[in-house]
């Protein structure tokens, strides 16, 4: 239980909800526990007249022995029935008042017959309140902890993501943020429901024993409770490990179908329907095992514990027989000790939620625990106007024990444009990644203007660079929406004026809505060159000193590479840039050349300085013409 203390907390937000649940589930527990065993011991017994019988008989021996021996006897061989004998006579009196003598027996019929319904609406509302109540508590805390988890995979570092299925990570964002959810409020509401359940039903039992000490021995059968936590807490064991294995098989099967969504083309291509049919369908195979091993160990609960209060009961039963208790007695006290037990059985299945919800936050934590890696400074320091000089000093970098950076040390000027290259692997996309500081280095430093990078707020760092990705990533919504993600307070304006200046304007007014058309899941209505005009027209809007081209054009064929290198062009202009690039059709346009091999800077350069004396670059470059 101690793992799930700090989850609590979410219920702050709707505690006066919450409160007003488990207050509802009180006055749920106590109509259960002590007002059905009570109605049944007093109402049913007015109803069925049973006492009416008795007095008969009282008439009959009084003729005999005389009223008062006749009252002695009939109390010690009917006491229930003459004490409710008497309570009747009271309520005759009362309602021989209000609506005369002749109709007060069916006034009272009348009135007995009232209670049963009264107290199934008493306790029918404060069930549904209750319900309610903690229903609309536990979708606030659902809501927080999936923002939780949210908020901080937006803060892992990227890192985190390498070798991690996406459906996966959405598995435990969505299905075990539910399971946790369900923990936190259901189980902690009924952690008080149910044992006032359980203490008004022993209350009554007190009570009655109290009256009438035949009835005791009852209480002795409580003693059995203890025998169930044995199976319960060996269930809950076997439950945690089966539900850990189907969560992780729900990921799984998470994972293959964003796969599987995220490549219909080239599934259909190579004929692969089939395969990643048979792949989905087992992984459904696995997870309906392990779903099926935590329904039985779940639900094998109740029944052991249904199991043992039947067995109570047949012996309160036979022992009752045998001492001679009345029916009416027996049926008060055999209903409360019924509600002992259903508690019992509720608290079973808390247990089992319980481990089942273990399971699910262990794999919530390897997401809400995970180290954020790169944070904002205690103190960060305020930029004011940025010109836009990097300096890289002594960088170094390693990506857990694998070195991919060394000995760095390099003065950009503001303005500057300078182009890496170098063979796959060679550290290109690592050195430019260290800038808006998607990773830090593992020593030395890095300065935008004089200022280490580290020392200025991630938002404000990031809001002076400017990074066009190799392949343009639209979201779901409008062309409009999309082009005013790089400024988000832009006028519409000067959306367009960024549209224009990547020469996006023509083609977005061609289309049948313009600037309202929507561009479908990460850009799947337009083409490559189309959402690489989009992503540049994002970064004219954005306007930063710093722009980083991450191998803009590489995912375009040649013309439209060709029509796309005039705004790049463009983009650059007063820009501190670093172009990441395979074609070497991009770099003519760079004041300054990078050669990377395995992780060092081992040409720098102009592009006639370099094709000159650079053996490597002459080689790259012969590469490129064949």
């Known amino acids: 239980m101690k793992k799930f203390y700090p989850y609590f907390r979410y219920l702050a937000g709707v505690r006066s909800i919450f409160l007003s649940g488990v207050a509802a589930g009180i006055v749920f527990a106590v109509a259960s526990g002590f007002g059905f065993p009570l109605m049944v ?108 988890v949210f908020v901080k995979l937006q803060r892992l570092p990227l ?59 009852l209480l002795i059968c409580l003693l059995s409770i203890p025998v169930v936590v044995v199976p319960i807490r060996f269930l809950g064991k076997r439950l945690m490990r089966k539900a850990a294995h189907m969560q992780r098989e729900s990921g799984d099967n998470s994972a293959i179908l964003a796969e599987t969504l995220g490549a219909t083309r080239e599934i259909r291509a190579f004929n692969l329907e089939e395969m990643m049919g048979m792949r989905f369908l087992d992984g459904i195979a696995r997870w309906t095992k392990f779903h099926l091993k935590v329904i039985k160990y779940r639900y094998l609960t109740p029944p052991i514990i249904e199991m043992v209060a039947a067995a109570v009961v047949a012996f309160a039963l036979g022992y009752g027989a045998s001492k001679g208790l009345s029916l009416e007695r027996f049926m008060g006290v055999v209903t409360a000790l019924y509600m002992c037990y259903d508690p019992m059985k509720k608290l079973g299945e808390i247990h089992n939620r319980m481990k089942q919800g273990e399971a699910s936050l262990d794999r919530l934590e390897v997401i809400l625990k995970a180290e954020e890696g790169v944070t904002d400074p205690p103190n960060p320091v305020h930029l004011g106007a ?97 082009i005013r993600l790089g400024r988000m307070n832009a006028t519409e304006d000067e959306v367009k004026e960024a549209a224009r200046q990547a020469h996006a304007h023509d083609f977005i007014v061609g289309l049948p809505q313009g600037y309202d058309t929507q561009v479908g899941e990460r850009g799947a209505q337009l083409s490559g060159g189309q959402k690489q005009r989009i992503s540049i027209a994002r970064a004219f809007l954005k306007n930063a000193p710093v ?74 470059l012969e590469m490129q013409r064949h």
């Open 386 to 482: 940025v010109k836009g000089r990097v300096t890289f000093e002594s960088v170094e970098f390693s990506y857990g024990d694998n070195p991919a950076l060394h000995n760095m040390t390099l003065d950009v000027p503001a303005g500057q444009v300078v182009a890496l290259v170098g063979p796959s692997g060679a550290g290109k996309t690592t050195f430019a990644s260290l800038i808006p500081r998607f990773y830090d280095p593992t020593s030395g430093t890095i300065k935008l203007d004089g200022t280490p990078v580290s020392d200025l707020r991630l938002k404000d760092l990031r809001d002076h660079i400017t990074i066009v990705p190799q392949e343009a990533v639209l979201f779901a919504g409008t062309i409009y929406e999309n």
């Open 41 to 148: 011991k007093t109402v049913f017994p007015v109803i069925f007249g049973k006492q009416e019988k008795v007095m008969e008989v009282r008439e009959t021996i009084a003729q005999d022995l005389g009223p008062e021996q006749a009252d002695k006897l009939l109390n010690s061989a009917f006491e229930d029935e003459m004490t409710t004998y008497r309570q009747t006579e009271k309520l005759r009196g009362y309602f021989a008042d209000k609506v005369g003598p002749e109709n007060a027996p069916r006034a009272i019929l009348i009135a007995a017959c009232a209670v049963i319904p009264l107290a199934a609406l008493i306790r029918g509302l404060a069930g549904f309140l209750n319900v309610y109540w903690i229903t609309a508590a536990g979708l606030h805390v659902l809501r927080e902890i999936q923002q939780s």
């Open 159 to 217: 890192g985190f993501f390498s070798g991690r299925k996406t459906g996966d990570l959405i598995s435990r964002v969505i299905s075990d943020s539910n399971m946790l959810q369900g923990v936190v409020t259901t189980i902690s509401n009924d952690l008080i429901k149910q044992p006032f359940t359980l203490i008004g039903a022993l209350a009554f039992l007190v009570t009655d024993s109290v009256e009438n000490r035949d009835s005791f021995f």
């Open 547 to 620: 722009l980083i081209l991450d191998e803009a054009t590489s995912a375009l064929d040649a013309g439209a590479e060709a029509r796309i290198q005039e705004e790049l062009a463009n983009l650059t202009k007063g820009r501190t840039t670093f172009i990441i690039a395979h074609r070497f059709s991009t770099i003519r346009i760079a004041d300054r050349i990078l050669v990377f091999e395995h992780g060092k800077i081992v040409g720098d350069g102009t592009f006639q300085e370099l094709e000159a004396k650079h053996d490597m670059f002459r080689a790259l």
